[in-house]
C-alpha cells in the first residue's frame, strides 16, 4: 500500500515536471516564433516605473549613446608641437589602414571651409540672429557702414561681395562658429589639425568613430587592442598617446571584469567540485547538481521571456540566487541518498524531505509571488525568473532525483568524523545572538550615516591605470564632459526648433542646440524680413564699394529667389554641422519630436530642473542621478517588499511550528540582515541595490538552513547538509567577494556575510 | 698708362661695392626693429577678382615692440591693431572689438604669426614662414609663406619690400611695401611713407593698441 502511494507520488512530481517544464517552453518557443528572435535588454531606463518621462530619457538616451559608444579621442602629447603633430600623423595613417573605424579624423581641411561657406551663402538670408535684427532695426546706418568698413579690411574674403554686400554670410559664420565652440572640446585648429597647448605641453586630436564590429565587446575584432598596440610603436621621442572614450573603457571593463570572474567562478567551482567528490565518492550527486541548476537557470529564463518578450541584464544578475537554491535541494536529496540507511529508495529519500523542501518552497516562493505586485517591470522580471527556476528545482529534486539508482555502498566517511556536539549550543547561540545584535548597535553608534539606502552608479565601475590617468588628463585637455542636457519634446519639428529658442534664452550656462543652427521658420522669416527692408540700403553699399545699377538688380534678383526658401532638417548640410546634428536631433518618434540641449557644463541643477518643469514637453536628464535615484527606489521596493514577505512567511511558519521554532526561525534573517547592514556600515558603505540583492539570497537561503535544521533535528545528515550547503555556496558566491568588478564584490561580500551568520545561528 | 688703368680698376671696384651694397637677413631684421616705434603713413589697396575697382584707403600707421596698427583715416575712420596675444579692432562709430587669442586660440596664432613681422626676431619669423630673403642695391625684398596650415587656409603669401642702408656701424632699414595674397587670391598692397622714429607712444595711441 504504502509502495502504491509512492509510485502514485512520484508520478505525480515527475508528472508536474514534464507538464511544468513542457509548458514553459512551448510558451518560450511561441514568444521566440512571435519575436522573432531573443532580446536581451541592457537599458538601465527600463527599471523605472513606466511613464511618459521615462520613455524620453529611454529615447534620448539611446541617441546620444549612439553616437558616444563608438566615439573615440586619442590626444597625441609632447613638449615639442611638431613632435606631438607628427606622432599623431604616423598613428592617424597607422590606424586608416584599419577596417574598424567608421571614420577617422586628424587635419581640419580647407574643403570644409569653402563647404561651410557655401552653404551659408546660400541661406544667409535666413540666419541672422537676435542682435544682428536688432542692430539692422536701430541703426541701419550704422550697420551700412559696417559692411562697408568690413570690405576694406584685410583677411575678409570678398568672394561672395557681389550677391552679399552685407556680409550676411560671414555673420552667419560666426554665429554656427560661435555655437560649436560653445559645444565642443578646448581644442582649436592650428597648423592644419587641432590642437591644445596645456600646462606646457602640447596635445594633437584624433577623433574616431568605430563601426559596429569595431566596438563589438568580447570579439576579436574589437578596435581596442589593435589601437593600443600601434601608438606604442610610436610612442617615442616624449611622445605619449592619451586615450579616451567609451569604447576604451567598455573594453577595458568588459575584459578584466569577464576574466577575474571566469578565473574566480572556475577556482570556486574546482574547490566545491573536489568537496563534493570527497564528501559523495560519486560523480553523479555531482552532476545531477549541475543539471539542475542548468536546467532550471534555462526554464527560469524561458518563463521570463515568454512572459515580459525580453530579459533583463540585471533580471540574470539577480537570477544568480537560484543556483544557491537549486544546490540547497539537491545537496539535501544526495547526502541523504548516499548516507541514509534506512530509506531504501529515492522515493523515500523524497518523502523524508518533502516537508522541510515544501516549507523551503513556500516560503521563498511567496517572496517571490509579493515581488510580482511591485510597480516595476524590472522586479516582476526578477519575480517569475526566481519563482519559476526555483520550482523548476523543486520539481527536479522531487520529481527526477528519485529516478536515480540508490548507490550501492551508502556511507559518507567524513561524517562518522565530525563531533557537532564540541560545545554547548545553548550558551554559544545567546552569545553569538549577543555578539551580532551589539555589533549592530555599535555600528549603528559609530557609523549611523551609514545605515541608508544609496546607489551611485558611478561607483559602480572603478577606473584603474593608465586608462585612469589619460581620463582624468583628457578631461582636463579636452575640457568637454557633458552629462546632463535638456530632452525638448514637441508635436512638430517646428515647434520643438521654438522651443528650443525659447529655453536658450533661461539656461545659464553656455549650450548647443538644433535651433543654433536651422531656427524655427517663423525666426526665419523674421530675418527674410530685415533683409527685405535693407534691400534700399543695398544700393548705397554697393556704390560705396565701385558696384553698379546692375550689380544692385542682381543682388535684388538672388534675394528675391531665396525669400520663400527656408532651411530646414532635410537640407543636406556641410558634414562637420551633420555630425553636431545627429547628436542634437533626435528626430520624430511615434508622432512626437524630441531634441536635446546640450549645455557645456552644469552650473546649478536645480535651475534646470525647474526650467523643465515650467515648460511642458521639456525633460532635464543627469543620467548617472537618474538610474542613481531609480535604484534608490528600486532598492527601498524590494526591501519593503520583503519586509511584507517576513511577516507572511512568518505567520505561515505559526502553522507548522511551536511559537519557540517559528520565534528562532524568524530570527535567522534577521541576524543576517543585522550582520549584513553593520558590517557595509561599518566599512564605510551604503546599502545599495547589489547589497540587498545579496541580501535576499541569503534571506531564502537561511530560512532554508533553519528550516531543515528543525525539521530535522536529530539527523546528523541533515545537519552535515546544511554544513554541506553553507561551504559550497559560502565558496561559490562568497569568492565573488575578491572580485574588483564592484556589483560582482558588494554581491559577493553581503551573501558571504550573511550566509555566515545565518549558517552559525542555524547550527548554534 | 699701367698707373691710370690700375686707378680706373680701383675705381670701379670701389663703386661697385657702394651701389651692390648688400645685406644679410640678420642685419635687415635687427634693422626693422632698431627703433622703439616707427610711424609713418600708409595707403592700402585691396584688389579682388569680385571687385569692379580696387578699394583703396589710407591713414597712419605704427610698429612697436607690443604690435603693429593701422589707422585708416579714409575713407573712414577705422583702427586695426596686431599684438602678440590679441587683435584690436575699432570701428567709425568707436565699438571697440577685441579678439583674444587666450579665449580663441586660432585668432591666437593669427596674432602671433602676423606680430612677429614685426619683431625683427630670424627665429620668430622662420618659426611661423618659409622666408624667401634677397637683397640687391640697398633693396631688400622678403617672400613669405605661412608654415601653418590653418592659416594658410586664409593667407597664402606675405611680400615685404624696404630699403637699407648704412649709417655709420649701423644699418637702417626701412619697410616701404607690403603685399598680402590671400588664399582665394585677393590681394593687399601697402605702401609706407614718411617714416619717424621715437621712444615713446602718446596715450592716444596706447590706447588703440590696449585691450581695455
Known amino acids: 500500500m504504502k509502495k502504491k502511494n509512492g509510485s502514485a507520488k512520484t508520478d505525480f512530481y515527475f508528472l508536474a515536471f514534464v507538464v511544468f517544464h513542457a509548458a514553459v517552453l512551448c510558451l518560450f518557443l511561441f514568444a521566440v516564433v512571435k519575436n522573432k528572435g531573443v532580446k536581451l535588454d541592457s537599458d538601465l531606463f527600463s527599471m523605472m516605473p513606466e511613464n511618459s518621462s521615462s520613455k524620453v530619457y529611454s529615447i534620448a538616451d539611446e541617441n546620444i549613446s549612439k553616437q558616444s559608444s563608438k566615439n573615440i579621442f586619442i590626444l597625441a602629447e609632447n613638449e615639442d608641437f611638431k613632435k606631438a603633430k607628427n606622432s599623431a600623423e604616423h598613428l592617424y595613417n597607422e590606424l586608416k589602414k584599419s577596417a574598424a573605424f567608421e571614420n577617422l579624423e586628424l587635419y581640419t581641411d580647407s574643403l570644409a571651409l569653402s563647404q561651410m561657406q557655401e552653404f551659408l551663402n546660400k541661406w544667409k538670408f535666413n540666419l541672422l540672429n537676435e542682435n544682428q535684427i536688432k542692430v539692422m532695426e536701430t541703426s541701419p546706418q550704422e550697420f551700412c557702414e559696417k559692411a562697408v568698413q568690413k570690405a576694406y579690411q584685410p583677411a575678409v574674403s570678398l568672394d561672395f561681395i557681389n550677391e552679399d554686400p552685407f556680409f550676411l554670410n560671414q555673420m552667419a559664420l560666426e554665429n554656427y562658429l560661435l555655437a560649436v565652440e560653445k559645444s565642443g572640446t578646448a581644442m582649436s585648429p592650428g597648423d592644419g589639425v587641432l590642437r591644445r597647448s596645456f600646462e606646457g605641453k602640447w596635445y594633437v586630436m584624433i577623433k574616431g568613430e568605430l563601426t559596429e564590429k569595431g566596438s563589438a565587446l568580447a570579439s576579436r575584432e574589437n578596435a581596442v587592442p589593435f589601437i593600443y598596440s600601434a601608438a606604442q610603436k610610436f610612442e617615442t621621442d616624449g611622445t605619449r598617446f592619451v586615450f579616451s572614450g567609451t569604447p576604451f573603457h567598455s573594453y577595458a571593463s568588459s575584459s578584466s571584469a569577464s576574466k577575474e570572474i571566469s578565473v574566480i567562478s572556475t577556482i570556486s567551482l574546482i574547490a566545491v567540485a573536489v568537496i563534493l567528490f570527497f564528501v559523495f565518492r560519486s560523480p553523479v550527486p555531482i552532476l545531477a547538481s549541475l543539471c539542475s541548476i542548468l536546467i532550471s537557470s534555462g526554464i527560469a529564463f524561458c518563463a521570463v521571456y515568454s512572459l515580459f518578450s525580453n530579459v533583463h541584464l540585471l533580471t540574470l544578475v539577480f537570477g544568480t540566487s537560484l543556483i544557491g537554491s537549486s544546490i540547497d535541494y539537491s545537496l539535501h536529496f544526495f547526502i541523504n541518498w548516499k548516507n541514509s540507511c534506512e530509506l531504501k529508495s529515492g522515493r523515500e529519500v523524497r518523502s523524508y524531505l518533502l516537508k522541510g523542501l515544501s516549507l523551503s518552497l513556500i516560503s521563498t516562493e511567496l517572496c517571490y509571488v509579493l515581488l510580482f505586485f511591485a510597480p516595476f517591470a524590472l522586479l516582476k522580471q526578477m519575480a517569475v525568473f526566481s519563482f519559476s527556476g526555483i520550482l523548476s528545482s523543486f520539481l527536479i529534486t522531487t520529481g527526477i532525483f528519485p529516478l536515480i539508482k540508490i548507490p550501492a555502498e551508502r556511507k559518507i566517511l567524513i561524517l562518522g568524523k565530525i563531533n557537532f556536539n564540541f560545545f554547548n549550543r545553548k550558551i554559544a547561540s545567546k552569545i553569538f545572538a549577543a ?264 534571506f531564502g537561503l537561511g530560512l532554508d538552513y533553519i528550516i531543515y535544521r528543525i525539521s530535522n533535528k536529530s539527523s546528523r545528515t541533515e545537519l552535515f547538509g546544511i554544513v554541506l550547503s553553507f561551504l559550497t555556496t559560502a565558496i561559490s558566491f562568497g569568492s565573488l567577494a575578491l572580485s574588483s568588478f564592484v556589483p560582482v564584490h558588494i554581491i559577493g561580500a553581503a551573501i558571504f556575510t550573511g550566509l555566515t551568520a545565518a549558517f552559525f545561528a542555524t547550527m548554534l | 698708362m699701367k698707373k691710370k688703368f690700375l686707378f680706373l680698376v680701383f675705381n670701379f671696384l670701389f663703386l661697385s661695392a657702394a651701389f651692390c651694397e648688400e645685406f644679410s637677413f640678420d642685419e635687415i631684421c635687427s634693422g626693422l626693429v632698431k627703433n622703439e616705434i616707427t610711424c609713418g603713413s600708409f595707403t592700402q589697396e585691396k584688389k579682388s577678382a569680385s571687385l569692379k575697382r580696387p578699394l583703396k584707403s589710407s591713414g597712419k600707421y605704427l610698429i612697436t615692440k607690443e604690435g603693429v596698427c593701422w589707422k585708416t583715416e579714409k575713407p573712414f575712420n577705422t583702427i586695426l591693431s596686431v599684438t602678440e596675444n590679441y587683435i584690436v579692432q575699432i570701428d567709425s562709430y568707436g565699438n571697440k572689438n577685441i579678439t583674444d587669442g587666450s579665449s580663441n586660440e586660432v585668432f591666437g596664432c593669427i596674432a602671433e604669426t602676423l606680430s612677429s613681422l614685426f619683431k625683427g626676431s630670424r627665429e620668430k619669423l622662420e618659426q611661423n614662414f618659409t622666408v624667401d630673403f634677397s637683397c640687391k642695391d640697398k633693396i631688400w625684398t622678403m617672400a613669405l609663406e605661412p608654415k601653418d596650415k590653418t592659416i594658410s587656409l586664409i593667407l597664402k603669401n606675405i611680400f615685404l619690400e624696404g630699403t637699407a642702408e648704412n649709417q655709420g656701424e649701423a644699418v637702417f632699414v626701412q619697410l616701404e611695401k607690403m603685399k598680402v595674397v590671400q588664399e582665394n587670391d585677393d590681394l593687399i598692397e601697402y605702401e609706407f611713407a614718411n617714416q619717424i622714429y621715437k621712444k615713446e607712444l602718446s596715450d592716444e595711441e596706447k590706447e588703440w593698441l590696449s585691450k581695455n
Open chain 1, 435 to 698: 555578539v551580532v545584535l551589539c555589533f549592530t548597535f555599535i555600528s549603528v553608534l559609530l557609523f549611523g550615516k551609514n545605515f541608508k539606502v544609496k546607489n551611485n552608479i558611478s561607483n559602480l565601475y572603478e577606473m584603474e591605470g593608465r586608462l585612469k590617468e589619460d581620463t582624468i588628463l583628457s578631461y582636463k585637455v579636452l575640457n568637454y564632459s557633458p552629462s546632463s542636457w535638456l530632452i525638448v519634446t514637441g508635436k512638430s519639428e517646428q515647434e520643438v526648433l521654438e522651443k528650443e529658442m525659447k529655453l536658450k534664452e533661461k539656461i545659464p550656462d553656455k549650450s548647443i542646440c538644433t535651433s543654433d543652427f536651422i531656427p524655427p521658420v517663423s525666426f526665419q522669416k523674421k530675418s527674410i524680413a530685415e533683409n527685405e527692408k535693407f534691400l534700399p540700403y543695398a544700393e548705397d553699399v554697393f556704390y560705396s564699394l565701385g558696384f553698379e545699377e546692375n550689380d544692385v538688380e542682381f543682388y535684388k534678383d538672388v534675394f528675391a529667389e531665396s525669400k520663400n526658401s527656408f532651411l530646414t532638417l532635410n537640407e543636406k548640410f556641410p558634414s562637420s554641422i551633420e555630425t553636431l546634428l545627429q547628436m542634437l536631433w533626435i528626430g520624430e518618434r511615434d508622432g512626437t519630436f524630441y531634441s536635446i540641449i546640450l549645455p557645456s557644463e552644469i552650473s546649478n541643477q536645480d535651475e534646470y530642473r525647474q526650467i523643465a518643469k515650467l515648460e511642458e514637453g521639456v525633460f532635464f536628464e543627469n543620467k548617472v542621478q537618474d538610474i542613481s535615484s531609480g535604484l534608490d527606489n528600486l532598492t527601498k521596493l524590494i526591501l519593503v517588499m520583503f519586509g511584507i514577505s517576513y511577516i507572511v512567511i512568518f505567520v505561515l511558519l505559526k502553522f507548522f511550528f511551536t511559537w519557540s521554532e517559528t520565534f528562532k526561525i524568524a530570527s535567522i534573517p534577521f541576524l543576517s540582515v543585522c550582520a549584513i547592514c553593520s558590517v557595509f556600515a561599518a566599512t564605510g558603505n551604503s546599502l545599495e541595490f547589489f547589497a540587498i540583492i545579496g541580501m535576499v539570497l541569503v
